[in-house]
């Protein structure tokens, strides 16, 4: 599903009303049907139910003033609250007012010192937030910070109009105070700020309802960012052919593991054999190969020089290359720690490897200081999978909180392919295009959980996928795996090893 920005949706509603002739009213009031659609649903049986409609002056407003008609006309009690000047109020949302009034309902003023509100508010079975849209863009003050607290505070839950109010758009970022919603209807498109950041843990449950934008003008929008789901993975996952045999499914090289690590290579190894690969080998020191040894069992693991630490030592090279000479990818990172050995090995590896590298881990703190590397490799795939804090050491900015640029912004400048991993890992491409993915839980921040993921994304390229494809698959494949392991042992029980123990079901379902 595509990602419309602040401005899109702007142009997509002016073309409708102006181009299209569809009266603005009219868009609106499909707009409050479809909050009215979640609002019952979370009330259940209407009877007795009490609702707190809090409206802005603005057209974000008018959806709250009519939803607040309909649940009056459906037999809840309703207080509608403006949160904002009258004077203020768009023509959209002062008929919205009028409609209101000839159902029996007011739009009061909001009094933040009125305790008569504050109580309604508080013991209400729903508050609707409709005090700002899309269109946000400066810090929430005065009274509106007011009402949005009332409503975080409150005990009953929160349906937010198109965007829980304080979230930035386009960034996910909080503008001060942000409600935190327990569902939000938005209107034809998701947005990026209901996706990343912040603004994922406000939005709740995301519905996206049609409000009658027409779908030729929608499909003639360009999108650069797309939420991944089941369809898309499904339809980029190749086909495996009746007669394929070992090296139809491709050959995969792991650089894995040190003393003290020795999990990783094994999760890593597992997962890409378990996601169909069909030769894993595996590349570790010399100090920790017979334990290797004793827990592969498919992939095949071969030893390496290592020094007194039990890292790679620069001796290591010759033997990593011939063993790489051949392979559709590799992964280098997971568990290798840190030396001059080390670092020796992955940067003549990236200086010397044509075909699909995936960097992960010790592998990219290996590159801090020779991001120039990484650079020379824009015509060789290469694909960069960090957390935060390893993103900053690659000199990654996340000061601002609008993670979705930072990763487009350094995909763009190095051009690679950046897995910013985290809750809600963004994929950027380096022609700014971005990805976000929505499964996966809690549960999967552990350590190895990143080991899964670098062995499922190997085992894709190795089977010939395109990397932005891979990337985009095995994101979301290891993200479903820690959803269904969630759903069977827990977020707190479940482990990596539970993860690659779920693949199977998940590329099952994909069938």
């Known amino acids: 599903m595509k990602i419309a920005t602040a401005a899109q949706m702007r142009e997509l509603d002016n073309i409708t009303i102006n181009g299209y002739g569809v009266p603005s009213t009219l868009l609106m009031e499909r707009a409050a049907e479809g909050l009215l659609h979640t609002c019952l649903d979370l009330l259940g049986d209407p009877a007795g139910k009490r609702a707190a409609v809090f409206c802005g002056a603005g057209n974000n407003g008018g959806d709250g003033v009519a939803v607040a008609r309909l649940l009056l006309c459906r037999g809840v009690t309703v207080r509608a609250f403006l949160v904002g000047r009258r004077e203020k109020m768009t023509p959209d949302c002062a008929e919205m007012e009028r409609r209101l009034g000839e159902c029996g309902g007011v739009l009061e003023d909001f009094d933040p010192a009125s305790a008569d509100q504050g109580r309604f508010a508080y013991e209400a079975d729903l508050c609707v937030d409709a005090i700002f849209g899309i269109g946000l863009n400066s810090p929430i003050r005065g009274s509106a910070a007011s009402a949005i607290q009332w409503m975080n505070d409150a005990r009953g839950q929160i349906v937010a109009a198109d965007i829980p109010s304080g979230v930035e758009t386009d960034t996910g970022r909080i503008l001060g105070y942000a409600v935190r919603a327990t569902a939000t209807v938005t209107f034809t498109a998701p947005k990026l700020g209901h996706l990343v950041g ?305 693949l199977p079901q998940v590329f099952k379902e994909l069938e």
Request: one cysteine or more.
């Open 198 to 502: 912040d603004g994922a843990l406000c939005t709740g449950k995301l519905v996206v309802h049609s409000i009658g934008i027409p779908a030729d003008l929608i499909a003639a929008q360009r999108y650069d960012a797309t939420v991944i789901d089941a369809e898309l993975v499904r339809t980029w996952l190749p086909l495996r052919p009746a007669d394929g045999h070992k090296g139809t499914f491709g050959k995969c090289y792991l650089l894995c593991g040190s003393t003290g690590y020795t999990g990783a290579p094994i999760l890593a190894s597992r997962a890409a054999v378990r996601s169909g690969t069909g030769l894993v080998f595996l590349g570790v020191p010399e100090s920790i190969y017979t334990i290797a040894a004793v827990k592969s069992d498919e992939a095949m693991p071969a030893p390496l020089p290592c020094d007194e630490t039990g890292r790679l030592e620069a001796a290591a090279l010759e033997p990593i290359l011939d063993r790489m000479a051949g392979m559709d990818a590799a992964l280098i990172g997971p568990g290798l720690g840190r030396s001059p050995g080390v670092e020796h090995n992955v940067i003549h590896i990236m200086s010397t490897v044509n075909y699909p590298l995936v960097v992960d881990a010790d592998g990219i703190n290996a590159l801090e200081a020779h991001m120039d590397v990484l650079d020379s490799r824009r015509d060789c795939p290469t694909i960069l999978t960090p957390h935060d804090g390893e993103f900053a050491r690659l000199g990654g900015d996340l000061s601002d909180g609008d993670r979705a640029a930072a990763a487009r912004r350094f995909a763009g400048e190095h051009g690679c392919l950046l897995v910013l991993k985290g809750h809600r890992t963004i994929i950027a491409l380096p022609d700014g295009e971005i990805f976000v993915n929505t499964t996966g839980n809690s549960g999967m921040a552990k350590g190895g959980s990143g080991d899964v993921l670098s062995g499922i994304l190997v085992s894709l390229l190795a089977q010939g996928m395109h990397p932005v494809k891979a990337a985009v698959c095995a994101v979301w494949i290891h993200g479903r795996a820690g959803d269904l392991c969630a759903r069977e042992k827990g977020e707190r029980g479940m482990t990596p090893t539970d993860m690659i123990g779920m």
